[in-house]
């Protein structure tokens, strides 16, 4: 008889049942390795959907992660690079108090809304010309049509009050809350001359403490020579208050004081106000931000010392301030009326702190809007024309 061939140690322990299974699985994984061979010959893979995306979730996240981490670095760099640059460039430490970027000529009044108003230009020294605008009281806007810069000279002799206004930093004479307080003045029959200092606007020369005070000087006595008897006063606005508090000192110091100074929105010096100002909420709480930043300025001659100015001031002085004044705290308006009241050198005048509420709105430009704001001046006006006289 033939011998059956002796059975493998697989097929003795694997069912007969089992073989075919057995066969199959071997097809499986030689179908399994000709795929992994092929893909890496470069035949197309054919990937799970779900593990695609998970790879492209992954990569934008990358990518987002990448940028963002960038921009984080590029922001830090621009941190630190800031204070320096402010440190060693006196001319960035003017530019940023200033902030007299906008150069443009205003030669037309009217495009401002301004129709009784005459536009004109003075050299307060050789090689420097500053522009200069005249707002007629509104009762001679009709009178005021078609004439010319003499017939306008000629107005400040007549019978009516005139302010020299000395606007803020940046922006120039003919920006909208000017001319809106510009008509409120004019409406109540104030004559108002204001202009732009050097390097604003379409004035020549370079911007400074000192220059923006010598121009401020040059016109009121450009004023005073043709407004004979009236009243004349100066009002200043935020970085303006500093300058007019400058050109006060200097009028009194001289014995030729002005009618009364009105400071809307004041600070008391400009360390106080660049400390508290919100550009500086970065930086105020750093070791180093007086150093960088406040020692920086003053040295290169920016000071407005204002809280020290009003004790060699000898005119009334009118105070008026919002209490939601987002650039010049309410407060440092209040510390300087606290200052000024009891300044000898005002002890004969009349000083007066004049708050608006919060909930009116008025914040640092708007003052101009308050119904009362005419009603204000008048008494504060009318007590200190009896005082001098």
């Known amino acids: 008889m033939r011998r059956r061939p002796e059975p493998t140690a697989r097929s003795r322990h694997t069912p007969a ?13 030689l179908n399994h390795n000709l795929r992994l061979t092929g893909s890496a ?7 799970h959907p779900e593990g695609a995306g998970v790879m492209k979730r992954f990569t934008r996240r990358y990518g987002l992660w990448v940028r963002l981490r960038t921009l984080l670095m590029c922001m830090i760099g621009l941190y630190i690079a800031i204070p320096v640059v402010i ?13 007299n970027f906008m150069r443009s000529p205003l030669k ?24 200069v605008w005249h707002t007629l009281p509104t009762a001679l806007w009709k009178d005021a049509q078609g004439k010319d810069q003499p017939w306008y000279e000629e107005t400040l002799a007549q019978n009516y009050p005139v302010i020299l206004y000395l606007h803020g930093n940046s922006g120039t004479r003919g920006v909208d809350h000017r001319v809106e307080m510009y008509k409120v003045l004019s409406s109540i029959g104030f004559h108002v001359v204001t202009f732009d200092y050097r390097g604003w606007a379409d004035s020549t020369g370079t911007a400074s403490e000192g220059a923006m005070t010598f121009d401020s000087l040059h016109l009121f006595d450009w004023i005073k020579a ?6 004349v006063y100066v009002w200043g606005h935020s970085l303006g208050t500093g300058v007019a508090t400058n050109v006060v000192r200097r009028l009194c110091e001289r014995e030729t004081p002005p009618d009364a100074l009105i400071l809307e929105s004041p600070f ?20 180093g931000f007086e150093w960088f930043f406040l020692d ?25 301030h919002a209490e939601d004044d987002p650039v010049i705290p309410f407060e440092l308006g209040r510390k300087l009326y606290n200052i000024a009241a009891p300044s000898k050198s005002l002890r004969d005048y009349k000083v007066q702190f004049v708050p608006f509420h919060k909930d009116l709105g008025y914040q640092h430009r708007f003052i101009y809007r308050s119904p009362e704001l005419p009603n204000i001046l008048r008494d504060f006006l009318s007590t200190t024309d009896q005082q001098g006289k």
């Open 296 to 320: 920086s300025i003053t040295a290169s001659g920016i000071k407005f010392e204002s809280d020290n100015n009003v004790n060699y001031i000898s005119c009334p002085l009118l105070i008026l």
């Open 41 to 47: 010959k470069g035949a197309p893979e054919h990937r």
């Open 268 to 287: 008391t010096n400009v360390r106080d106000e660049a400390r508290s100002h919100p550009y500086s909420v970065l930086y105020r709480y750093l070791p």
């Open 226 to 231: 043709r407004s004979g008897d009236n009243p």
């Open 17 to 29: 049942g089992h073989e075919s299974f057995s066969a199959l699985e071997k097809d499986c994984r």
């Open 87 to 99: 440190k060693v460039c006196p001319a960035i430490q003017a530019k940023l108090v200033f902030l």
């Open 108 to 131: 037309n009044p009217k495009d401002h809304g301004l129709n009784h108003t005459c536009n004109f230009y003075l050299q307060p020294e050789e090689g420097v010309t500053i522009g």
